[in-house]
């Protein structure tokens, strides 16, 4: 029983000279395994991530259509603007903006149109629904938290470097394209409700000012007619002859309706969106990494090689 437990026991010494007089088998399965690593790495495919971080942007980037925004703001009112000319609070213009900019950001129909039109730049190269829906997928859109300090934040995995950041800078352009696109279609739609809107209250107007002058001859006609009298006939002639009388009201909302036919000036320059990460060509890629292939199937082949070593050397004993 003894001789038996002896046998059982693990010889550590033994086995540290096998595998030394078996060297050469670890250091074949070490350079086996780095080789293997290193040719996985050129074969396999490579995803670099590019990674882009958004804010809101800045009043100058958004002028053109604050100042329109403004002053339609200003024609809809009927009394006259404030001094200085601020009827509208620019940080709520550049929140409404912004957040509209994040919305088609994060937008699946937004990514999905975005690369169906660089697959017609490429030559009309064909998209499958497979392959449209992965190409969708490598962007990823993660909202920034106030509270826990992170920002907006947009990332695409590309198989290059230089072409994940040209990719993500086309697309953010591309959206910021959608918003203006968009922003401008709603301030003409405003717009044009606006103008409706006025000459309704035009049409209004005129119509007590005439229901008025009609209520002022017919009582003019009927004292004349009680009394005779030449001075009531003389201002009854006048008021004939100059017919109903613009009220202050209806000729501001006049003036007002002149400016909102000329319509909109086209919003030239607009950017809804300001950088606090540009989407640069990545430093290192994520997949394949070199460093972690070289460990792990270094310590494959070294496993390997120890396993032959000892099993060489034991066939050599028996």
């Not at 129909?109 to 490598?138: V, Y």
């Amino acid at each position: 029983m003894h001789s038996s437990a002896i046998d059982n026991e693990l010889d550590v010494k033994n086995c540290l000279q096998r595998l030394w007089h078996g060297k050469r088998w670890l250091g074949l399965g070490l350079f086996l395994g780095l080789v293997l690593a290193w040719a996985y790495t050129l074969v396999a495919p490579q995803k670099w991530v590019t990674v882009a971080q958004v804010t809101r942007p800045d009043l100058t980037k958004i002028a053109d259509y604050y100042q329109e925004l403004s002053k339609l703001s200003q024609l809809s009112t009927y009394s006259e603007p404030a001094a200085d000319g601020d009827t509208l609070n620019i940080d709520t213009v550049i929140d409404a903006v912004y957040q509209q900019f994040l919305q088609q950001l994060a937008s699946v129909d937004n990514r999905r149109r975005f690369w169906l039109q660089q697959a017609s730049k490429d030559g009309g190269k064909t998209l499958t629904p497979l392959l449209l829906d992965r190409e969708i997928i490598s962007m990823q859109f993660t909202a920034g938290d106030k509270l826990h300090g992170t920002v907006d934040t947009i990332t695409l995995t590309a198989d290059s470097a230089a072409k994940g950041s040209q990719l993500l800078t086309r697309y953010l352009t591309f959206t910021g394209q959608q918003v203006a696109s968009q922003v401008q279609q709603d301030l003409l739609a405003t717009w044009q409700a606006q103008v409706a809107k006025v000459e309704q209250q035009i049409t209004f107007e005129k119509a007590a000012n005439q229901a008025a002058y009609d209520q002022q001859v017919h009582q003019l006609r009927s004292e004349a007619a009680q009394s005779a009298d030449s001075q009531t006939k003389a201002a009854i002639a006048i008021l004939e002859q100059t017919g109903p009388v613009a009220s202050e009201g209806l000729l501001h909302d006049q003036a007002r309706l002149a400016v909102l036919l000329a319509g909109p000036k086209p919003i030239k320059s607009f950017t809804s969106w300001s950088y606090l990460q540009s989407p640069e060509p990545p430093i290192s890629r994520q997949s394949p990494r070199l460093s972690l292939l070289l460990v792990m199937w270094g310590l494959v082949g070294i496993i390997i090689g120890a396993g032959i070593a000892l099993t060489r050397h034991t066939k050599k004993k028996e």
